[in-house]
């Protein structure tokens, strides 16, 4: 394999393997509204780099540790939505960054690429990221196979999921925790403060053209291919950052998503 | 009628629930048993919805004892379902997520319930009476020993809400299952209903309706309002009872069936 093959195929793999499992986990964050809750466990995530660095672990498994941790933690907002879980979940998302950030500065003589976290470093992407990625892929495709029934049951409805015997909570926080583990591998191609684009826009621009969930989640992680695709080779072509531009790509076809519906829409009242 | 027919499908006794310092359920007991429509009635914020949750098993009160038929299949219809506009749905496969689900028993409920021209239809784009019967279907699916059915009418037209009445005694006959209704209207469910649970945090008075409706603490309750209900008429067919084997045993006006 020579230099040029290694250099977009490990970012190509990457992203792939991200946009294939954003696309159903994607969908239920957006069924479920917990797109601010993705938000801060990407944003939470700069306090498992903390860590990471001061204790020297492996950064990526500090990211994934952090993260489940958060998730963890956060879980029983989930539950209690009278408590204005929308401002705590600001609070924790804010502070944890920030605390981070700060923490991250007085580290002595220690330097982290801090813009690499934040707006991703898709093009740093090695061999070793790629295999973290196929592997949590793989999980999480597996684990939401397995559950896909149970899942929409619970996302349809708590209530009669529960009645119908499905073990709720167990299933809420087998979604969570994929959830962290997406979002923590995710960070090293978008960047924290775009992880949560990749999971929401692919479905959303995904939603009007479907009638069935299966085929919102089918067309969301094509959605998220296509965007990866785009994204990378634009990057490539003009020497902008990876990870903006594929969301950018993916805004874009969102945007044509909307184009198409109005175009459906006005052919159905015509 | 044989024993295990009268043997209750589901029993609450002394069931207590305090909630922030307020008592919502206050020595409760029941008992339902199969082929029984007992309907809950009382005012808003009186418990109905509470006292349902926790004969599911879906709260737990803080004293008192729920029992529940071992293996008892529960199809239960929530009073709102609100789904998010984001999930792409059809009928089908909003019933396929419903236990006990398969092609041809969501097939029979589509015919019986005469919405088999929705089958393919978005659940967004439903009336509030489609939805609830779509809701009714699910609760059918699981072929209930219990049909737990909260506030069925909310949404519907009168005459949408006659119908549905009309048709819970004859489910209850086609699958000998016992009912269990939440209502906020008497005189809609009267003909409905073998047994009416008349609820205020605790159980204000309860049986025959025609009794419940001429109790003192009733119409301390509901006032006069409900005696003039446009659909009063509809009270004097209740002289009869359906029993579980389908059979019709009249009696005398005021006598109790507890």
Redesign the interface.
């Known amino acids: 394999m020579n230099l040029f093959d290694y250099w977009w195929l490990m970012p190509l793999m990457a992203g792939i393997l991200l946009a294939l499992v954003a696309g159903p986990l994607g969908s239920f964050v ?4 917990m797109a601010f809750f993705g938000d801060t466990l990407a944003h939470g995530a700069l306090l498992g780099i903390t860590f990471g660095v001061l204790t020297d672990i492996n950064l990526t498994l500090a990211l994934v540790l952090g993260s489940v941790l958060l998730a963890l933690l956060l879980l029983p907002l989930q539950n209690r939505s009278r408590l204005s879980s929308d401002t705590l979940l600001g609070i924790v998302s804010h502070s944890t960054l920030a605390i981070g950030l700060v923490t991250l500065s007085l580290a002595q003589g220690i330097r982290v690429d801090l813009m690499g976290y934040l707006f991703g470093d898709l093009l740093a992407v090695e061999r070793i990221d790629v295999l973290w990625i196929l592997l949590a892929a793989i999980l999480i495709a597996v684990l939401l196979f397995w559950q896909w ?1 149970a899942l ?2 619970i ?3 708590q ?2 999921a ?4 499905h073990p709720v909570q167990r299933l809420n926080l087998m979604l969570i925790l994929l959830l962290a583990l997406l979002v923590a591998l995710a960070m090293k191609v978008v960047g924290i403060l775009l992880v949560s684009a990749l999971l929401i826009i692919p ?2 621009a995904a ?1 009007s053209l ?4 299966e ?2 989640v089918f067309l969301a992680s094509a959605t998220g291919v296509i965007s990866v695709l785009l994204g990378l080779w634009a990057s490539f072509h003009w020497d902008t950052p990876a990870g903006p531009s594929v969301v950018v790509a993916a805004t874009a076809l969102f945007a044509f998503s909307l184009v198409l519906q109005s175009l459906r829409d006005s052919r159905r009242s015509a | 009628m044989n024993s295990s027919e009268t043997t209750a499908v589901l029993s609450a006794s002394h069931l207590q629930l305090v909630r922030q310092h307020k008592s919502v359920l206050n020595d409760i007991s029941l008992n339902l048993k199969a082929g029984q429509i007992i309907t809950l009635i009382g005012p808003n914020g009186c418990g109905k919805s509470t006292l349902i949750k926790v004969l599911l098993g879906l709260e737990k009160p803080d004293s008192g004892t729920v029992t529940r038929r071992t293996g008892l299949r529960i199809g239960y219809m929530p009073q709102r379902l609100s789904l998010d506009q984001r999930m792409p749905l059809t009928v089908t496969g909003f019933l396929q997520l419903a236990r006990g689900a398969s092609h041809e028993r969501i097939g029979h409920w589509l015919d019986r319930l005469s919405i088999r021209a929705l089958a393919q239809q978005s659940v967004h784009d439903l009336s509030g009476g489609e939805w609830q019967r779509v809701l009714l279907a699910r609760a059918l699916l699981i072929k209930p020993d219990l049909l737990v059915l909260d506030e069925p009418v909310q949404g519907v037209d009168v005459q949408g809400q006659l119908e549905l009445y009309r048709l819970i005694p004859q489910l209850r006959d086609e699958l000998g299952c016992a009912v269990l209704m939440v209502s906020h209207d008497l005189h809609l469910v009267m003909a409905a209903t073998d047994e009416v649970i008349c609820l205020n945090g605790h159980i204000c008075c309860s049986g025959h309706p025609d009794t419940v409706s001429l109790d003192p603490a009733y119409i301390q309750l509901f006032g006069a309002r409900q005696q003039q209900a446009p659909i009063a008429h509809y009270t004097h067919h209740h002289d009869h009872q359906h029993c579980a084997d389908g059979h019709v045993e009249h009696r005398a006006p005021g006598k109790d069936i507890l």
């Open positions: 957006v069924w479920r509204r029934r929409l049951a996302t349809v409805s209530e009669l529960a009645i119908d015997g479905p959303a939603r479907a009638r069935t969930p085929q919102m």
